[in-house]
């Protein structure tokens, strides 16, 4: 490309009146910020809305009559004090699959609540001295009472609790009991220290009963879940994620075993995390695939990449601008992934620009690779006069630097620039690589 030709004689030679006025970059990049720090905000909310939710679970759980509770048909009946069913009751099930050193807890997520009731009104006891009483959580076999749903006495319960193998941790550890109140309670943290594979059914249950000293000579029908296989937690430490986050340690990639070569290779090299893989992916393939090496085949190398690839970006952008007047700069993703121009506060993506138009971008996208360390992390505030900031390798104080002195074409294209065609404002694949 002729250093002296302009972005306006690259165009199509229409009138710029008649050409839409794309969007400022400023509101496409607000709006994926938005979208971030929208992220950000559920993040940090939602332990709070999960206690509450708990706590209003608990509230309705204890409203609740015998048109709306259990479904199950009624037990036989074990009589409690004036002539009461009373039974105990899981009424949150459980998050499988579950792994040992993991957290147990209900499905996406919940609390898991129980509730003491009358099995004969379908109604919580929310009164007396059952409804505050404290309950043991225990670990059952698999296989207990698998046939059917009749009744069961308390010693045929104790018969099924499963001990922890000689030598080993007790195998549930955590809150082993829960208070009612007013006939409801909930579950607190609780971890697996071993698996379900060594007992004849390869299956636990948890189970629920009345702890010593509360409702003596009362009969209250013990609580269990249905059957779960618990499984080593190897399995989910070496696990993949799908997709991966750019936090990731790089081996949950496909492809990168944890501790492997290709793992030590990278972590050699400074790529220690999926946003690390990415960004050298974008700048640089070819050194990342030398730092693979040749045990990394074709196929294996499509596989990583198009794995990595599904990761969510941030919302994260960067500047390059091309000279000291800083008119007209590249913008990167938070991967370093090319993904337009801006020009007197105008963005122009990167599928808008002509081919004369993508040579001069091709060329300012090499010369920020080069030259990374003046491209500019936009904050959200100001676009038009940031200043490159870098750190002295000797003091550790931040220093400004203008870049290195540009082309002198980029005055002329500053001068007449007029980007033809519309900008579209998105421009990202799947993964959030700009195109």
Not at 105 to 124: P, S
Not at 278 to 291: F, G, T
Not at 305 to 331: F, P, Q, W
Not at 376 to 403: F, M, R
Request: with cysteine; aromatic share 8%.
């Amino acid at each position: 490309m002729k250093d002296k030709r302009g972005l306006e004689d690259a165009g199509d030679g229409r009138p710029d009146a008649k050409r839409p006025r794309p969007p400022a970059l400023a509101s496409v990049i607000v709006e994926a910020l938005k979208v971030d720090s929208l992220q950000r905000l559920c993040s940090s909310l939602e332990p709070i809305l999960r206690r509450v939710v708990s706590e209003e679970v608990e509230r309705a759980l204890g409203k609740l009559g015998p048109a709306t509770i259990g479904g199950r048909p009624s037990p036989k009946r074990i009589e409690g004090p004036n002539g009461r069913t009373l039974q105990l009751e899981f009424r949150t099930r459980l998050s499988l699959p579950l792994f040992t050193g993991g957290k147990v807890e209900g499905e996406q997520g919940a609390a898991i609540h129980v509730v003491l009731f009358d099995a004969g009104t379908g109604c919580v006891v929310s009164s007396g001295p059952e409804s505050s009483a404290k309950l043991d959580i225990v670990v059952l076999e698999g296989d207990f009472n698998n046939e059917d749903e009749e009744g069961w006495t308390g010693e045929e319960f104790d018969s099924h609790v499963v001990k922890e193998r000689e030598g080993k941790r007790p195998i549930l550890t955590g809150d082993l009991q829960v208070t009612l109140k007013e006939g409801v309670g909930t579950v607190g943290e609780l971890t697996f220290t071993d698996n379900s594979s060594w007992i004849r059914s390869r299956k636990f249950r948890l189970g629920l009963k009345i702890a010593s000293g509360f409702c003596e000579g009362v009969r209250i029908r013990e609580a269990k879940t249905e059957a779960f296989m618990v499984k080593d937690h190897r399995g989910e430490l070496y696990k993949k994620h799908y997709p991966p986050t750019l936090k990731d340690e790089v081996w949950r990639l496909e492809k990168i075993g944890k501790d492997g070569s290709f793992h030590k290779r990278l972590n050699k090299s400074g790529i220690s995390t999926v946003e690390d893989f990415l960004r050298l992916v974008v700048r640089d393939p070819q050194k990342l695939r030398s730092i693979l090496g040749s045990g990394m085949s074709n196929k294996m190398w499509e596989t990583l990449v198009e794995h990595a690839k599904t990761c969510t970006l941030s919302g994260k952008y960067y500047i390059y601008y091309s000279d000291e007047t800083r008119s007209i700069g590249a913008i990167f993703n938070n991967i370093y992934a090319f993904c337009g121009l801006i020009s007197g506060e105008q963005f122009y993506s990167s599928e808008s620009l002509d081919d004369s138009q993508k040579l001069f971008a091709d060329a300012l996208v090499k010369k920020a690779y080069d030259n990374w360390m003046y491209v500019i992390e936009y904050d959200g505030k100001g676009l038009l006069n940031p200043k490159p900031k870098k750190k002295s390798a000797s003091t550790g104080q931040v220093e400004t630097h203008a870049p290195a002195g540009g082309p002198t074409s980029y005055q002329q294209y500053l001068s007449s620039m007029s980007m033809p065609g519309p900008s579209p404002s998105g421009g990202t694949d799947s993964a959030g690589v700009c195109k």
